[in-house]
C-alpha cells in the first residue's frame, strides 16, 4: 500500500546484492522487490537519501552510482532493470570494493554524510568477508544483513554492526516483506538528519553520533549524560567542533540513559538535541555453541559471544558412549577451533568452558557428528523435460561440500562432464537419443577426502512411443 514519504533524512545507502549463480532468478527479482519497498518512502537527492547497488558476482560490478537516480520514479525503474550477473560469490572482494565506492567522489558519494550498508545474501560465500567488513564498520559504515538461507549465525552476527538483533535478520525469501518496515525504521536512526542517536550499543558503552553542525574554529560540543533513575549521577565531556561521534564506555548494564549534546557556538545558536539510550543486558560467555563444517576425523566448534573478561576457553571432547576426554585451549581472544583426528561416523560431547579473568568458569557443551569417510549423494532421480532431455535430480551429500560433478555416458554421442556449485542439485542432460540407455552418475567434491559416486542407467523411450523414460539401478 502507499507508505507516507520520509523526508529530513540524509546518507547514502549502498545495497551489497548477491547476484551469483548460488541464487535462483525467482530469489532474485524477489529481493529487488524487498530493495525497493525499503527505500519507496524516501526522499531522493543531493541533500536527502542516495541509493547505490552492488553486484556480488566473480568480480564486483557497481550498477549505478549514488547520485545517478535522484527520483522515485527513476530510482524504481533502474532497480526493475537490474540483471543478475551469476558467476562466484566473492563476497569478500565486493565488500573491499564497496569500501572504494561508499568514500569515492566519481561513485556520487558525499563525506560527512552517514554511510549504509545493506548485504542481502543467501548465506554463503566463496572467500573471507571478516577483514574487508570490519575495515568498512571501522570506517563508520552501519552494516544491516539480511540472509535468505541457513547461514552461519556466528559469522553473520559478527560481520553486521551491534548488537545483531537490530542489524541481523533470517528470513525465507517470500516472508522478506515481513521485515520490511523494521528495517527501514533501523536504517532511519542512521541517517536521519540533524538528530543525535546511538549505535553499536553494548552492556557497558554505545557510540553516539550527530550531524555536522560546527567546526573546528566555530566552536565544541558538551555531552551531558545520566542514568534515568538517578539524573544527580550526570557527567560530562567536551569534544571539539570537528568531531560528529563519541563512545561512551564503563555504563552500567540494561540502564537507559538520558543524553543531551549542547553545540556551543560563537556564531549561531544550535539548541540541545536529546536522546535516551538503553544499554544491553550483561553478557556471559559462551552463550551458544555451534557445530559446524563436521567431516569424517574433523569439525569447527565456534561460540559467542566473546568478551574482554574471558582470558582462555577450554574445549574438551569425547566420543559417546565413554569416558575418554581430550583438551584443548584457546586464547580468549579467539571464538572458535578445528577439533581433529577423529574418528568417523561417531557422536562426541563437546564442552566450551569460558575462564575469565576473576578465577570464574562457566560451561556450555553441545554434539558433534563426524561424517562417514568419503559422503556420498542420495535419491539420484529422473525427470522427463521433453524430446531427448531429462532432468537429473538428487539430495544433498554430506559435509563442506565444494561442488557435484556429473558426468553422462550416453550409448551413442559423447560422453559430458558437467560441475555445478554446492548449492544446485540438478541439471539438465539433453541430446539422450530415443531408444538408447545411458549412465549418469552423481559424484560429491570435497577439499580433503574423495566423494562416492551415485549412478544410474536410464533408458530413453523409442520416437514412436509415447514419450518417458524407464531407470534401473545399477547391478
Known sequence: ???????????????????????????FSRVKEFMWDLVRPFTFGPKDVQTSIIHIST??????????????????????????????TNTGKALSYA??????????????????????????????????????????????????????????????SQPPEKHLHFVDVD????????????????????????????????????????????GYYTLEYAPTDDLARKRTKQVSGAHTSLTLSNLAPETTYEVALIPESNVHYFPPQTTRVTTLAEEISPAQVL????????????????LDSVMAYQILYGPLPGNSVKLLEVDGKHNSTVVENLAPNTTYLVTVTAVYKSGQEKSLSAKACTQEEGSTVRHLR?????????????????????????????????????????????VLLTDLASGTTNKVC??????????????????????TEAQGYKHRERA
Open 175 to 218: 516472508d522478506l516483506p515481513i521485515i520490511t518496515k523494521e528495517l527501514r525504521d533501523a536504517i532511519l536512526d542512521v541517517i536521519q538528519a540533524n538528530r543525535l542517536h546511538a549505535v553499536d550499543i553494548t552492556s557497558s558503552s554505545f557510540r553516539l553520533m550527530w550531524p555536522e553542525l560546527l567546526s573546528q574554529e566555530t
Open 442 to 463: 552423481v559424484k560429491p567434491v570435497y577439499k580433503n577426502q574423495p566423494g562416492k559416486g551415485l549412478c544410474r542407467v536410464v533408458h530413453m523411450q523409442p520416437a
Open 291 to 306: 557445530i559446524s563444517e563436521s567431516g569424517p576425523h574433523s569439525f569447527h566448534v565456534s561460540w559467542a559471544p566473546t
Open 99 to 160: 569500501k572504494e565506492k561508499l568514500f569515492s567522489d566519481e561513485a556520487g558519494a558525499r563525506p560527512d554524510v552517514p554511510k549504509v550498508l545493506v548485504w542481502v545474501t543467501d548465506g554463503f560465500s566463496t572467500d573471507d568477508i571478516s577483514e574487508p567488513m570490519q575495515l568498512l564498520k571501522d570506517m563508520g559504515v552501519t552494516v544491516f544483513i539480511v540472509s535468505t538461507g541457513r547461514g552461519n549465525y556466528l559469522e553473520l552476527s559478527a560481520a553486521a
Open 1 to 27: 500500500g502507499p507508505q507516507p514519504s520520509v523526508s529530513n533524512s540524509e546518507g547514502d545507502l549502498l545495497f551489497l546484492l548477491d547476484s551469483s549463480g548460488s541464487v535462483s532468478y525467482y530469489e
Open 382 to 426: 529422473f525427470e522427463d523435460m521433453g524430446p531427448n532431455t531429462l532432468k537429473a535430480s538428487w539430495d544433498s551429500a554430506e559435509g563442506k561440500v565444494l561442488g557435484y560433478r556429473v558426468r553422462c555416458r550416453r550409448q551413442t554421442g559423447p560422453s559430458s562432464v558437467i560441475s555445478v556449485s554446492p548449492q544446485i542439485h540438478s
Open 59 to 88: 568480480t564486483p560490478t557497481m550498477e549505478f552510482p549514488f547520485d545517478r537516480y535522484l527520483s522515485s520514479g527513476t530510482l524504481q525503474q533502474a532497480i526493475r532493470d537490474t540483471q543478475q550477473l551469476m558467476g562466484d
